[in-house]
């Protein structure tokens, strides 16, 4: 069947070329090696929906209706206005309140595609209308929205986990101090960038303006304290933290007198359907996990590996490089789901954690959502700010070089990952 298995990778990569969704793309072929396996239509079935049947996936649509809400309720909006308020002294003010909002946004959304969908509709306006190109305001805009997926309640850590069976709360911990130095990355260009052009100035601070920000920012600062202080100190699961994150975005809404019902039928539309394409690439990517199992990659993919090197670092390294590769190419639940059944297991093997694993994985895949042919992030901006993508993308590219700088410090320093989890005892 090796023939089979050739082809199979072969449409899949057709299909992908040709911007078929990726659910679809694996799910079709993956059905016909079933087959031609001699399986039935029953098993094929089966083992897809098997794929959606783990009660911590649960948390991710949970996670993307807290998400949605926050956009839609306003509340995003306030986290925005305090850091324009505490920032506003500051040279390129505008800038450092894309990326502070960016964090804020971060503790609740779980989702690069919320953050840009959301505070890029008034952040890049704003800043072009403040004189900043509009290639940096997208640029920045885009890459600043990477820190959601990556700080807590990231979505892509909930997949990894649920899927590599290591602690979704360990996982977490590891993520907040890559996810803070994507920000310092980010800031550290800014600033850089802003010390050549005297242009951006600072405006006076404004006490007054600054404590009413605050004072409608309470609520929302409150949201990481909730939700994380419950994962951490272990009086929720992930789940159910998830669960409490959508109770108190109603609550915050109706003390804000935000929330409407045509409001929440719009958020859970919105998160249904995302929910609905994520669970298609879940069981498509069950399926052909299974296939890849049988087949025996991962005894290949790593017979292949430890003949080029038995190094842990070497094997960092090649991984991070194929990563970057298929982040660019594929939905990175889909990469999650396929790869970490043959990778992790060899990275075991040669002594690497897992958790720390699975923060360079999901780093590395965030990256890809800003690097054409698929890039996810850029095909959003894009649609906010109605500019071509190929613009969009020039903007990008200078923030790669902070981004893919924290990579390789994450990657040659698993303590900086690591030390977080450690102190709170996972």
């Not at 360990?170 to 550290?188: D, Q, R, T």
């Not at 690439?281 to 399926?287: E, N, P, Q, V």
Request: proline share 7%; net charge positive; hydrophobic share 55%.
């Amino acid at each position: 069947m090796i023939l089979e298995l050739w082809m199979v990778g072969l449409v899949i990569a057709f299909l992908l070329l040709i911007r078929v969704p990726v659910g679809l793309a694996f799910i079709g072929p993956s059905m016909w090696y079933a087959l031609a396996d001699g399986n039935s239509s029953g098993f094929a079935l089966k083992t897809t929906f098997d794929g959606l049947n783990s009660f911590p996936l649960l948390a991710v649509p949970l996670f993307i209706l807290v998400g949605v809400l926050a956009n839609r309720l306003g509340i995003a909006d306030r986290l925005y206005d305090f850091c324009l308020a505490a920032l506003g002294r500051v040279r390129g003010n505008l800038a450092y309140v894309n990326v502070g909002s960016a964090v804020g946004f971060s503790w609740m959304s779980g989702s690069a595609l919320a953050d840009v969908a959301g505070l890029g509709k008034m952040q890049i306006p704003q800043m072009v209308r403040a004189g900043y190109p509009y290639g940096f305001a997208s640029g920045l805009t885009a890459s600043s929205s990477l820190i959601s997926p990556v700080m807590p309640p990231s979505i892509p850590a909930v997949i990894y986990a649920a899927t590599a069976t290591v602690s979704t709360g360990a996982l977490f911990a590891a993520s907040v101090v890559p996810a803070l130095l994507m920000a310092v990355g980010l800031c550290v260009y800014i600033f850089l960038w802003t010390a050549r052009r005297p242009q951006y100035v600072s405006v006076p601070f404004d006490r007054q303006r600054f404590a009413k920000a605050a004072m409608r920012a309470t609520g929302p600062g409150l949201t990481p304290v909730i939700l994380l202080g419950g994962i951490l100190s272990g009086y929720f699961t992930p789940t159910e933290a998830a669960s409490v994150a959508v109770l108190y975005m109603l609550v915050l809404g109706v003390i804000y007198r935000s929330l409407r019902p045509r409001l929440l039928l719009q958020a859970l539309r919105e998160t249904a359907t995302i929910t609905g394409g994520i669970a298609l690439i879940l069981g498509a990517a069950a399926l052909l996990g299974l296939i890849l199992t049988r087949a025996h990659v991962s005894r290949d993919v790593a017979e292949f590996l430890t003949a080029i090197s038995d190094s842990p670092w070497v094997f960092i390294i090649l991984v991070n490089i194929v990563l970057l590769i298929l982040g660019a190419l594929v939905d990175a639940t889909a990469v999650i789901l396929v790869t970490v059944p043959v990778l992790l297991p060899i990275a075991v093997d040669l002594g690497i954690d897992p958790v720390y694993f699975g923060v360079v994985m999901i780093i590395n895949l965030m990256i890809g959502l800003l690097t054409p042919p698929v890039g996810s992030v850029l095909y959003i901006t894009s649609s906010v700010t109605g500019r071509p993508v190929d613009v969009v993308f020039r903007g990008v590219a200078p923030f790669l070089i902070p981004l893919v700088g924290v990579l390789v410090l994450i990657s040659a320093f698993p303590a900086v990952s690591l030390w977080l989890p450690g102190v709170l005892g996972f």
